[in-house]
């Protein structure tokens, strides 16, 4: 080590500065992770652990979809830096949030809520299912995961879903649930519940908007009986 440092700190300088002055647009992908993992590990030389990480997940996208446990199978990778990446990808799933107080469009069109299911859940490696709940105006309330399962079932129970929705005092409901598997195609159990859902909805003056599969890049109606945009 000369005087100046380390060989990775004027790459890692020079990495920032094109990034302030360009953007997302002067890095790939792989840079732009490398450049992230040096705030967790200003003493180490992250650009081959960015390469490892991406080789592993396949993409920038697959390695915020990781978990920590997953993150942290490649070497180097501590608890600080799967933690930096995990938050990241959760600010960007906070910020991609419709906000109830700016009165957002209304959600009662399935193509709307789309963008933050996708951030939030879509690249999950289990079964996540997520209630959104509407005012009369079709505007969102609250949002709440009610269930997390395994890698084909995420399990669901009336009573939490229409405890939660009139708790909230919800008029509307959109059901939403992730498929890990990639696929949109809903199961007969998909079918099934919804349909429950939507009958004991109609009692209790609960409207259920639809159900909605995404996977991280697609989504199905099942209310349209088709793939949305």
């Given at each position: 080590m000369g005087r100046e440092g380390p060989?990775?700190?004027?790459?890692?300088?020079?990495?920032?500065?094109?990034?302030?002055?360009?953007?997302?647009s002067s890095l790939r992908d792989d840079e732009l992770l490398e450049l992230l993992l040096g705030?967790?590990?200003?003493?180490?030389?992250?650009?081959?652990?960015?390469?490892?990480?991406?080789?592993?997940?396949?993409?920038?996208?697959?390695?915020f979809d990781e978990s920590c446990e997953g993150l942290e199978e490649a070497k180097g990778m501590g608890g600080y830096a799967s933690t930096l990446v995990r938050l990241v990808?959760?600010?960007?799933?906070?910020?991609?949030?419709?906000v109830a107080a700016e009165a957002a469009e209304a959600l009662d069109n399935p193509g709307a809520v789309l963008r933050h299911l996708q951030a939030e859940i879509g690249g999950e490696k289990?079964?996540?299912?997520?209630?959104?709940?509407l005012n009369p105006a079709g505007r969102?309330?609250?949002?709440?995961?009610?269930?997390?399962?395994?890698?084909?079932?995420?399990h669901v129970?009336?009573?939490?879903?229409?405890?939660?929705?009139?708790?909230?005092?919800?008029?509307?409901?959109?059901?939403?649930?992730n498929h890990p598997s990639g696929s949109i195609t809903p199961s007969s159990h998909d079918e099934k519940l919804t349909r429950a859902l939507t009958q004991?909805?109609?009692?209790?003056?609960?409207?259920?908007?639809?159900?909605?599969?995404?996977?991280?890049?697609?989504?199905?109606?099942?209310?349209?009986?088709?793939?949305?945009?």
């Open positions: 060989h990775y700190l004027g790459h890692r300088k020079r990495l920032r500065e094109r990034f302030r002055q360009g953007g997302k705030y967790a590990l200003p003493r180490g030389d992250t650009k081959p652990l960015a390469k490892e990480l991406m080789a592993r997940s396949g993409s920038l996208r697959g390695v990808k959760e600010c960007m799933s906070r910020c991609l949030a419709p289990t079964e996540h299912f997520m209630l959104l709940c969102l309330i609250h949002t709440e995961v009610l269930a997390r399962g395994t890698v084909d079932m995420a129970y009336p009573r939490e879903v229409f405890k939660t929705a009139l708790l909230k005092g919800a008029s509307a409901l959109i059901l939403i649930h004991l909805g109609e009692g209790l003056g609960v409207t259920v908007h639809d159900h909605i599969i995404i996977t991280r890049d697609q989504a199905y109606s099942i209310r349209l009986g088709r793939a949305i945009p």
